[in-house]
């Protein structure tokens, strides 16, 4: 009988042939306002994941091209797979389910009156997996639009429960979700403390994250860029520095997304992010290090990989005195600078105390340390291109 009904009428049916899974009710603080919910225990073949979550919802298509049919939220038999998306095996995970078992679900669910569920995905599908039968939830005002559920669902990300749920890549995709739902950048500061420049750059990094898995054959795949998001939040501030200094924008991102085709061959990352953030601009303005950077990446040679290890390294050294040196020509700039604004005609001091005496030994004792920092600079430079030409001669 239940099953010719809509959702919203079987919950409302099922709550009124058993009145005892009224639990009673809780206070929730919702859209800056106090909520008094009625809380139930509902059997969870009531109720269904949020596969409009960007990240799920991604991620299922991505599946069902692999699968070759459609994931149905209302096919038990499909649970699984969704449960798959939610719950990926790592400690995390692991943990929930230890909770769910022991002490089990304390704080209820929200769900919509259709049973969609707002803010506990990864719980319900912990549930399912445990062959727990009922949830706690409670019942969302019917009145609630669309944007109004997804500040609910975006605003309880602070608390502990859910943070898995919008952390790192998730937090993109719901941020995504917000400008399609019509939010601007001054509703996102205004209910979510979201600043511009995070939703621009994130905005960003999704998309970079999207087209390299595009140039792998992997659409959609975003676990396997899991464990590598802050490659690409360096990796879209260095374009930004690219940008703003001329670089070569295109040979960056080639090398770039080729450094990452590495890492994603293994269980770990191999190349940090700090790699990303300590090479890949200088590599865009200074031919020499970027031929080091990206002399191996197309070899066929069994020991390429360790050699572009090896030729990170050695970017990141080059790149790193490069620095330096801008550093140091900074500072000399700076120093030279502010001896020429001074008017010596026009100062009292040199007459006072013979002060003329103290400035003209001051400048004795700079040009000393000028020219010992020549000669070390002049020592090094020699010295450091001997060794490049010997690492050069056994490449």
Known sequence: ????????????????NN?????????????????????????????????????????KIALELKLGYKIERANPRHYELLTQLLLPDDEETRQLLRQMQNPGQIDPGL???????????????????????????????????EQQLFDIEFGLQVTGDYKREYKGIN???????????????????????????EITRGM??????????????EEANYGLVSNTLEHFVDYVKEIEKIEANNGDLYS??????????????????????????????????????????????????PNAKQNILDDVAIAKSLAKARKENESILKTIEKLRSQISGINVTESQYILENQGHLVILKALKDFENDANKFVKEVSDETNKQVRIAEAKMANI
């Open 19 to 59: 009145p005892d899974c009224l639990q009673g009710k809780s206070k929730f603080s919702l859209l800056n306002e106090s909520y008094d919910l009625e809380v139930y225990k509902l059997d969870l073949d009531l109720i269904y994941p949020n596969d409009t979550n960007g990240r799920i919802s991604t991620e």
């Open 252 to 301: 960056a991102e080639e090398t770039f997304f080729a450094l990452m085709k590495i890492n994603i061959e293994e269980t770990s990352p191999v190349i940090a992010h700090k790699d990303i953030r300590d090479t890949l601009f200088y590599a865009s303005i200074d031919p020499k290090i970027a031929a080091v950077l990206t002399r191996n990446l197309d070899s066929d040679n």
């Open 1 to 16: 009988m239940l099953q010719n009904l809509s959702r919203k009428d079987r919950i409302n049916q099922y709550i009124a």
């Open 111 to 145: 769900i919509t009156t259709d049973g969609r569920i707002i803010n506990s995905n990864r719980r319900y599908a912990a549930k399912r997996t445990l062959n727990q039968s009922t949830m706690l939830v409670a019942i969302l005002p019917s009145s609630l639009t």
């Open 171 to 197: 937090r993109l995709f719901m941020i995504r979700k917000a400008l399609e739902l019509g939010k601007n950048h001054t509703n996102l500061k205004k209910d979510h403390n979201i600043s511009s420049k």
């Open 204 to 217: 960003m990094v999704l998309d970079k994250i999207e087209l390299f898995l595009e140039e792998i054959d």
